[in-house]
């Protein structure tokens, strides 16, 4: 789910370096994207929507892991919506953490982290849901704002289902863009720390959207947005995208077209270039198995990868599928393995070229049913291929854990370099590990993910109490 966007450095104000001592220098934050105190590293966000927060069952919570030198360091940090300056109440089933979606909003040099709140209930209405803000800083997030409901939010509609963060129309500020039933919305940057955006309206012709996905497919710096949604005769999604057009008749309030791709299947999706030409791919995860209402796909699900030029994506293109049973890919396509179920885009090698992360999260591993894996496949100059495909399960050599029923390992996968060697690191979330879920991280290097060194952290670990599906969620 969701991409970002490398933004510069934010030099600090002439007021606050006359206050430092006469001799000290401090340094500017790095103005990138997941690093939450400025320190030059990413840090992890993981979202735990069923964590309780005091009595609270289910309402929510969001870990975040700062980065270092060696990867992901002790330091981390909770929040609850009980948590000082973090807008509401804690309140049951709020489903605070359902969504993530890292980015600087108000252009201070530090990044800032936008939340889903799926199920949180107004003064009249149950489960409408809501997207906050936690503010960046130099002591990493705290406190927070709402932004701004659209108007006609229905019970249980779950507003703020995903959310991405992204410049769709190449004026340097970061956008949000939130999904949920029929109220999608786009809210405009630069963001003040009260919430409030720019501006803000809803999409226009799209129908029940759950998923958000956000890049550049043009290379012209403006970021498309993807919308997937399924629709009676298309289970299995009806992709379009939404690309900055000024002027163009068809949405006049917005500046937006329209373009479909009515062979393109899927729901979780990430966008990166995986062939190094300088524009941004659509992948797209298909995890459902060929039924008789629902043709076509392949049996165990497939991605798909749709490859993006000057004119955006080619609606007519044939574009690469791949599969537990294409060449090179470990494994074997089998009923309910779920291949697709999640998705994640970034260079794990440091070759100047998007991997694409696959989560298989219903994958039997011997008795140990839906235990899950994870799937790398590696871009190159014609794309995404599976030679060299690499696989991981609780039970490779050197990863924490072990194969266990229903443990669900890759039901959220992410890939963001967190040491700053220019190789992603493969995160892995378990949403259900020891019932209430864990998060693996293999290290980045030349030939791959390595599992030298890996780490693992469980919810009881990180503090979390109830079922917290700690895992379901990393943000991009």
């Known amino acids: 789910m969701r991409k970002r966007t490398l933004l510069l450095a934010t030099a600090l104000t002439t007021g606050l370096l006359s206050a430092l001592p006469a001799g000290t220098a401090t340094a500017a934050p790095s103005g990138l994207a997941h690093d939450f105190n400025g320190d030059g590293y990413r840090d992890l966000a993981i979202g735990a929507f069923g ?25 981390k940090a909770v929040f609850t919506q009980n948590s000082p300056g973090v807008p509401g109440t804690a309140e049951s089933d709020d489903r605070f953490g359902y969504s993530l979606a890292a980015g600087d909003l108000d252009g201070d040099g530090y990044s800032d982290l936008v939340v889903g709140a799926q199920y949180e209930s107004t003064a009249d209405k149950r489960g409408v849901g809501s997207v906050l803000v936690l503010w960046g800083g130099t002591s990493g997030l705290s406190g927070g704002s709402q932004l701004p409901g659209p108007s006609g939010r229905t019970e249980w509609g779950g507003f703020g289902s995903d959310v991405a963060v992204a410049d ?27 919430g409030a955006p720019r501006n803000h309206f809803p999409v226009a012709e799209t129908g029940s959207t759950y998923e958000a996905i956000a890049g550049d497919l043009t290379g012209d710096g403006k970021a498309e947005r993807v919308y997937p949604f399924g629709v009676d005769g298309d289970e299995r999604g009806d992709i379009r995208y939404f690309t900055h057009d000024p002027g163009n008749e068809q949405f006049p309030e917005s500046d937006y077209a329209m373009i479909e791709l009515p062979d393109a299947d899927g729901d979780p999706g990430a966008i990166g270039d995986v062939n190094g030409d300088g524009y941004g791919d659509l992948v797209l995860g298909d995890y459902t198995d060929p039924t008789g209402s629902v043709p076509g796909g392949h049996k165990g699900g497939q991605i798909s990868v749709w490859y993006g030029g000057k004119g955006g994506v080619d609606p007519t293109q044939r574009p690469t599928v791949i599969h537990q049973d294409t060449p090179g890919v470990p494994g074997a396509g089998e009923a309910y393995d779920g291949f697709g179920a999640a998705v994640a885009v970034g ?10 992360a696959v989560g298989t999260s219903g994958e039997d591993n011997g008795s140990a049913t839906d235990s899950g894996s994870v799937t790398v496949l590696f871009g190159s100059a014609a794309g995404l291929t599976g030679t060299g495909a690499k696989s991981f399960t609780q039970n ?10 229903g443990d669900a390992f890759g039901l959220a996968v992410q890939l963001t370099d967190l040491d700053k060697d220019r190789k992603a690191e493969l995160i892995i979330g378990s949403g259900y590990e020891n019932e209430n879920g864990g998060v693996t991280v293999l290290r980045g290097a030349t030939t791959g993910p390595t599992t030298s060194g890996a780490t693992s952290f469980t919810a009881g670990g990180v503090g979390l109490k109830g079922n917290a599906v700690f895992g379901w969620e990393i943000a991009e």
């Not at 964590?51 to 330091?75: F, L, R, W």
């Not at 490779?396 to 029923?405: D, L, M, Q, Y």
Request: charged content about 20%.
């Open 396 to 405: 490779t050599a050197g990863v924490p854990g072990s194969n266990e029923r």
């Open 51 to 75: 964590a309780d927060a005091g009595s609270k069952h289910g309402a929510g919570a969001v870990v975040v892991m700062y980065g270092s030198a060696s990867g992901v360091s002790t330091k």
């Open 168 to 194: 769709v129309d190449g004026d340097g500020k970061l956008d949000v863009t939130a999904t949920g039933q029929s109220r999608t919305h786009l809210y405009m940057g630069p963001f003040k720390r009260t």
């Open 347 to 356: 260079d794990v090698n440091g070759d100047g070229r998007a991997d694409v």
